[in-house]
């Protein structure tokens, strides 16, 4: 933590959390071009602002942000910047595929909400004092955040994820936000080189070969299993690589719905019967779930012809949302592939 703000600084702050907690703040975010002003409740210094294009519209932003708070899909992406965060939400899911410096970053910083939307706590949120936040959360979701307390505090940048694969641009954008691109491009090179690799590597194995993707979210309970496509969770990555991964969804329903459905398991030959090879989603801990184990132990499963002819793969890591999470997912699609590969 930094140290504390002048006095009157301090006094503003808890004036503005009490306001927060009883609804009767203003909710005119005021702010301008000479920074963190107006309506906003600051903690960082008023510097050089910009005008940034968020998906919540154009907001006023400081050039350099000292004190970041970061919620969803924009926590990880942001601690791999090393950004100048003050305090995040919970992002439990990625702590398995965090390296051991940013899981203890991860730590040690202050908590300020679940990992749902509607979880975040507002006080703590002020608390923090910052000068900028990153809402990582989808514009669906933000139905689940009151955005008008938000703003009573910082400038608030929303930038969350649409369909899957598009955590490239995402993060980015929220490593701009924060003023990190230098730390965004260089975890990008770094994943660029790993791809390359296994596309010249896996290129012969995999030339005119089409798969299908059976992801983790099916409902055994309601006898479904999860088909995924391109730009899917499963499937994005290895497709950096060169699997070409066939098929598109029946009705597209927006967001991660647009890549992935869920049909009954008696439609596990119908889906994937014409794949010439089927990868399919582990756990973190390289576990294979309930909803993907139920179909592998299905009969129907067995008439499939990739699987007659072994040619059913385990990806790890398949929910990567970072350049530098993904060079996981990299490593475990080159230990997937390998007996594809014939030398």
Known sequence: MTPARPILR??????????????????DPGGSEGGASGGYASGGDAGATRVFAADNGD?????????????????????????????????????PMMT??????????????????DLL??????????????????????VDVDMARLELIAPVVVLGPTVPSAWRELTRRQADAAGRL????????????????????YGAALRGAEFAHLGAYGDV????????????????????????????????GGGARDVAETPSMEMIVESFAAADAITYSLAVDG?????????????LWQQLPAVQAGKVIPLRYTEAATYASALLTLDSIDDALAPLRQD
């Open 10 to 27: 301090g006094l503003a702050m808890l004036a503005l959390s009490a306001a927060l907690l009883t609804g009767c703040a203003s909710t």
């Open 59 to 95: 907001v006023a932003t400081p050039v350099d942000p000292q004190r970041i708070v970061a919620t969803g899909y924009a926590v990880p992406a942001l601690i791999e910047a090393d950004a100048a965060l003050v305090g995040i939400s919970s992002w439990d899911r990625g702590v």
């Open 100 to 117: 051991k410096v940013d899981r203890a970053t991860y730590e040690g910083l202050d908590n300020v909400g679940g990992e749902r939307a």
């Open 121 to 142: 706590n507002y006080e703590a949120v002020a608390l923090a004092q910052p000068d900028l936040i990153i809402v990582g959360v989808p514009i669906p979701g933000l």
């Open 182 to 201: 230098g730390a965004f491009e260089q975890a990008k090179a770094a994943y660029d080189e790993r791809a390359t690799e296994l596309r010249e590597k």
């Open 221 to 252: 309970s309601a006898g479904t299993f999860q088909r995924e496509f391109g730009d899917s969770w499963g499937t994005n990555i290895a497709q950096d690589i060169g699997v070409e991964y066939y098929g598109e969804v029946k009705e597209k």
């Open 287 to 299: 576990s294979v779930p309930a909803s993907v184990q139920a179909v592998l132990d299905s009969p």
